[in-house]
Structures are given as C-alpha cells and as structure tokens.
C-alpha cells in the first residue's frame, strides 16, 4: 500500500459477511419472513433513524449510554435500538389507519454501542412479530407465539429445539403470597440467573435477603419438575390464594391448550417456571428458546407479554404480545460453532464460459437459459481456462457449460456438474432440461 | 393527548408506510432482487455505519455536507450515503477471497441529509448491481446491464420504457477533437439539461463559452437522428479523427450489438448522444432509462462504466460498470402519480373468524390451513361481527372463513370472497381446495 491510501477496513462490532455467507444469511433471513407471513404478519419497515426524544422516550440507563445519538441540523437525532420502541410510535401515530389486534413484522437493523467483544454485535438483525390489541387482546394470541416460534425454527432446518413457557404472574402471585412482594424484583433477578449459576448459588443468595423458610418455598416452587401436565398439575396442588397468581395459572393453561391445538409437538415446548426474562417490561406469558443440544449458546428466540405498548405517546391502552430473532447473533452462533456452514452456498446455477473468442454464441446461450428461468453467470473475459474454472468454484457454482470450437461446430454445449465432476456434451435443450430437473429435486 | 406524552412523529424525509404501502414496496424490491440473482449476482450487505474517514476518502464539497457524521466514543462515524463507497472499500478489504469478475448486487439504505421537500428523501433505498474486473473488464459486461435492466423492469410489469445509452468517450473524443477539451466539463454540463432546457437554450448556453461553428457543430451531433443503426452510422461518416472517439464509436457499437444478443427489444433501448451523467465518475459507457409515458419524472434507473473503483484505498486498478435503481423515490413517483396503486395489497390469504365462545374448532382450522400453505390470520377476540369484518377489509384479505355453531355442528366452514361477495358453506377440504386453485391462477 502506498502512502496515500487509506486503509479499508470495518468497524469493530459491525457484521460484514463474504458472499457465500451473506446467501446463507440472506436465506435464514428469508425463511423467518415467510414463515412470519404465514401467519398473516404485515410487513412494517419504519425508519432506522428517528428523533431522540421519540426513542428514549422510556430509555433508562444503559440505553441512553449504548445509543447512537447525534446532532444534524438543528435536530436531535438516533439510530434505533430495538423494533419495539418504533412500534410504539408506529401505532400511536397511525392507530386510526390500522386494524386491531394489529399484527406486524419487522426484520431490520438495530444500534447498540456495546463494549466490542467477539460475538457481540453493535449492528444487528431484529426479527420482531407483535400482536397489538386496543384495550384487550385474548390469550389465545400468547399460544400463536410459540407455533410462529415452532414454524420458524422448523423452517430454519431444526428439529431439537425447546421453547420454554413460563407467565410471570405465576412468579409475582408467589411471591406476594409469601408477602416477598417488595422483593419480587430482586428475587426474579437471582432466579434468571439458574441456568448460568445452578440452584445451589440460587439458594444462597436468596438467603442473602429473605429468610430460610421463603427461600426453601421459592427453590421447591422451582424445582417442580415433570411433564407439562404434571407441572401445571403441582402447581394447582399448591394450593395458593392469591389472585395474580390464579390469573396466570388460568392463562397459561389456556397457553398450553392452544399450543397443542397448534399442533406444536409436546418434544418441542415445556412449561419452565425458572424463566423470567428481564425484569418491568413483560407482565404475563414468557417465552425462551433453546436449541436442545446448544442450550449454552443461550435463547435464541424470546419474548413476552407486556401490558401497555405506547404507554409514552398515549391513553390509550395497547396490550401486546411478541418475539424477537436476534439474527446476527444466531448466525454467527450457529456458523461459529458448525451449526450451519456457509459453504457450497452459490447464488448462481450456471457458468458460461467462453473457450474462444467466439462471445455471441456464449451471449446467445446465457439468454436461452435465463429465459429457461435458471440463475445465470457469463464469464467472457480474456482469462485463461484455469483461471476461469477458479472463478466457479469461488462462487461456489454447480454448472459450468464450456463453449469452445469443437461445441460451436457441432451445436452443442459441455455441461460440467461441478461437484460430482461429470462432463457431457449435450444439445443446449438438453442441458437445460437436466439442471432445470435437479434443481427442482 | 395528556400532558407528559411525547407526540409521536416521523422525521421529515424519511418514508414509512402503511402496511398496504409497505406489502407493494416489500413487492417490488424483491422482484428487483430476483433479477440481479438471475443474473448471477452475489448478495453484499455492507454495514450502514462506517468509519467517516473510509466514507468520506473521495468524497467533495456536497457529499460533506449532506453526510450524517458523528462521534461516538473515540470513533469518527457517518452513514453511508451510497453503496459504492463500501463497495470499493470491500472489493479492497476482502481482494483475496473473491473471485473477479466481481459481481454483486446491494439493496439497502443510505442516507444523506439534503433539503427536505416532498418527494426527496433523507432516508432512501438504493438497489445496486456493479462488475468489477481485476485489471481489465470486457466491453460485453456494459451490454449485461441493459439486459438487466430491461429483465428487471419487466419483471415490475412495465412495458413501455427506454433504455437510453451513450458512452462518455464518443463525447469527449469530440470535444478533443474540436478544440474544446478544457471546456468539455462546462460543455457537458450544458448539455446535460437539454431534455430540461430545450435545444435552442443549449445552444445560447454554448455560444457563450465557445465560438459558433463548434457551437454549431455540436448542435448537430447532438441532433444526429434516426434509428439505432442509423446513429451509429452518421457518427462514422463524421470521419472524426481522433482515438478516444473512435473508441467510444467501436464500444458503443459493441454495447448494441450484444444488447441484441441478449434479446433486448429494439424498442426499449437507444442510442442517445445527450445522456452525460454527471461529470467525472463515469468515464465510458453511461445509461439512463424512462418510463416512456412519464419521461418527466427523470430517469429510473442509471449508471455507467468507470475506470477505477477503488483508487482511495489501493494502487489495483479496478474497473467496473454499474446501475442503480432508487427504490423509494421510483416506489413515490409511481404511487404518487398513480401509476401503481398499492389499494388491496394483502399477506394474508384467509382470516378465520370465530362466531361463537368455541375458539378451539377456529384454532384447530388455522393450523390445517396453515399445513395447507396457505398464509392465514386468526380472529379470535371477543369483538361484534361488523368490526371483524372491518379488520378483514382493513388488511385487504381475499377470504374470510366464519364459524359460527351452525358450522361446528355440521363440520363445514362459511367461505366468503371478498371481492366478489360470494358465499359458500363447505367442508374444509373444499374450501382448502378452492382458495388453493385460486390463488395458483
């Protein structure tokens, strides 16, 4: 490099993928929006830069600390940290356009300025569902959640996965019966972290703020183990007066019937009453989701009930319930552990490439299989074949068809499959129906 | 509003939509990605923060102005403002691993802070293909864009429109050749309004930097009418000794007849010696393309061949040839002047309404209909009748399945069309059947 020049390099934090990789990013990504749409999401895509005063309308500290915040003009200006906030503006700012319960899609990037570290990303996908209700919004939306998340994920390819169901009312009703109200945010704090510091930790430093008996009540209530049934079951026989807590009983009763009637195989959710998931913003169902084998690599699809969507911008009650696909992170999760591999990933299905300088029986051919409805690349450059036959390995194709003297004489083409290494010299029509046949297997 | 609510709002000159907006927009961005991929372009989707100093390397006066630039730590940030920057810094950054030519295609936003007024963005999609040789790129690449372009406007189901073509040497051959060099930027610029200003305005513009008979001259040349061959041939009997025209004349004539190759009907494509492109990016072939009923509304899709791409940030000369098609501000112009409507724009294929208290026989159905591939909303809430089918007509849906008591008892479903009103009571099967079919045709 000379002087000069400068260095072309990317932020730190910021996910850049090569080709091969960003097709198989881009086809997750495609995955999760039809299967979203299935399910009658509409798309949103509300823009990536708002008004400061919009987005930390409700922020507390380590969001105003992350966010990306700026001046231009005279306006005061960020960069969207989650979808959720800009649903809240959406719905308020459009309530009289919109039919409730509205449901939406989002997938798109969001701004965190978090401290950079591997695997931690300043710019990330978002892949949000919510259901907005005005004024109420039935239970039976809280079990469509988990088929969107089952549908999703099966799509994806996966089939060990286990979306984990718990509804917080259970976990405050509890804990007002054990007259731990005050407390009930300090205990949910411990308890989320059970999986990460095991029961015995949990335990101890419970002790540290409530008395043994509450404590030993509280790891029972956790240790509940047995199938859905038999849980939902011990939790009747418990036996607790307490309204809060009969409410989220009764709700994630309905919950588990539905999902059922989703016909979401019983392998594939739990009932799990260590989940917890944060702390003031969900007020009913929660969900977590765990890949069975890869249950370190954390939730990797989660979300609530929350109370009040717009709460900052309106009166006016909007109950909701939703999910959220951290993508970036999952990509890099499951291709940084050999979930998944980006090899062999090619956008194109054909190679043509010119072995003389013969171009306009190479152009004519491109056309022909573009019109066959097959992805094509032309390769008519002064390069040697070497280099040419190079060139589609790095784009990762499966067909090349070579054009040289001997194809143009007889009117044929040389197909090469790529990955088997079989070569056949075939009429063009031919050739067309033998990749337009595989393709489709 | 209460008191202590902040008003919910979009910033001037960043476009959201509806939901029925946004199904048309979602639509047609990616009838544009199909075709870039079926021309064997490789997905990018570079960051949309970058380092300011890696955005702003050959960045002038305007691009400065406009750019989102701001602190964030330590770090120096802005926006990206087009997504040839990053592509330049990522052919450089990732040289090794790609395979040239390189082609990819980028659909994503960029930002730049210009003048709010209706119609222009601050927030807008831009939806790029380039080719970028290695030290060399052959000719026959600038006639793959038309091919494209005309690929893809079809796709968006327009008919009639113009791919209109030049090349920058023809030009400034004949300027060389005329004396007029150190004048050919100020010419061009002249030129370049003359679909604006009209000829006879041009030619007064001339007239006060060069003296008649070139300014006559040019007049001519840029008058040179007829049919493509016809063009090409009256710019060979102006006998113009000079090379970089004669260059010019023999790219053109290639560009053309490969545009033939490639099945591009003559009717969508000419030869236009008035199309100059802005001024020092582009240095061979240049494109411009109209709606030829709505040639007011400027060109929809530009671009051109360039010499070397990333000369910020290496000595590797890299050539390329590129188009762009602003999405956002074609997706206003179409809708705004109804050209394309996005009323009754629908995800959903079904909604199933429930009549009674029996929400599990409505669940149940959704789910087969889901199986069935077909993309279905469930309305389950306790609202009246009349507001259900408000929402239905609100998300636009082609169906509605009711079930009232009547229908549970006799194990059928009422089928509404909500286009033409008609009504059927049917078994599910059928009603699976019938909407399948349609939606095929």
């Known amino acids: ?102 449901k939406r899609y989002q997938i798109g990037k969001v701004y965190r300025g978090e401290k950079a570290q591997r695997g931690r990303y300043r710019e990330f996908y978002q892949c949000d569902i919510d259901i907005i209700g005005d004024g109420k919004l039935s239970i039976i939306n809280d079990a469509e959640m988990p088929s969107v998340i089952y549908n999703t994920f099966k799509e994806l390819g996966f089939d060990e996965f286990t979306i984990c169901i718990n509804n917080r009312k259970i976990l405050n009703g509890f804990f ?94 739990k009932v799990d009453l260590t989940i917890a998931r944060g702390l003031d913003y969900y007020t009913g169902t929660v969900y977590e989701t765990f890949l069975d084998k890869y249950k370190n690599l954390g939730s990797v699809c989660s979300g609530g009930r929350y109370d009040n969507l ?54 004519e051919i491109a056309t022909k299989l573009r019109e066959a409805n097959l992805k094509v690349q032309l390769n008519i450059e002064k390069q040697k074949l070497g280099k040419k036959f190079k060139y589609a390995d790095k784009i990762n194709v499966k067909y090349v068809i070579t054009i040289g003297e001997d194809e143009i004489n007889n009117n044929v083409v040389t197909l090469k499959n790529m990955i088997t290494g079989e070569q056949q010299s075939l009429k063009l029509e031919e050739a067309i129906n033998k990749m337009t046949k595989e393709e489709i297997k």
């Open 1 to 102: 490099m000379k002087e000069g020049k400068i260095k072309p390099k990317t932020l730190p934090g910021f996910m850049e993928l090569l080709p091969n990789e960003q097709i198989l990013f881009n086809k997750m990504k495609e995955t999760i929006q039809k299967s979203y749409e299935k399910y009658g999401f509409l798309p949103l895509n509300t823009p990536i830069v708002e008004s400061a005063e919009i987005l930390l309308a409700k922020a507390g500290g380590e969001t105003e600390k992350q966010i990306y915040r700026f001046q231009k003009g005279d306006n005061d200006l960020a960069l969207r940290f989650d979808l959720t906030v800009p649903l809240a503006k959406y719905v308020t700012q459009y309530y009289d356009k919109l039919g409730f319960p509205f």
């Open 176 to 269: 007002t019966y054990l007259e731990l109200n005050e407390k009930s945010d300090e205990i949910l704090r411990i308890i989320d972290k059970i999986e990460k510091i095991g029961p015995g930790r949990v335990k101890n430093e419970l002790l540290e703020i409530i008395e043994e008996s509450k404590a030993e009540e509280i790891m029972r209530f956790l240790g509940i183990e047995g199938s859905n049934d038999e849980k939902i079951k011990a939790l009747e026989s418990l036996n607790i007066i307490n309204e809060l807590f009969e409410e989220g009983l009764r709700e994630l009763k309905e919950v588990v019937k539905f999902i059922r009637i989703f016909e979401v195989p019983e392998k594939n959710f």
């Open 310 to 363: 717009a709460e900052y911008y309106t009166d006016r009650k909007m109950p909701g319930v939703g999910i959220s696909i951290g993508l970036t992170r999952l990509f890099f999760l499951l291709t940084d552990n050999n979930i998944l591999s980006s090899e062999g990933q090619s956008i194109s299905d054909v190679l043509v490439i010119s072995m003389t300088d013969d171009y306009d029986i190479c152009a």
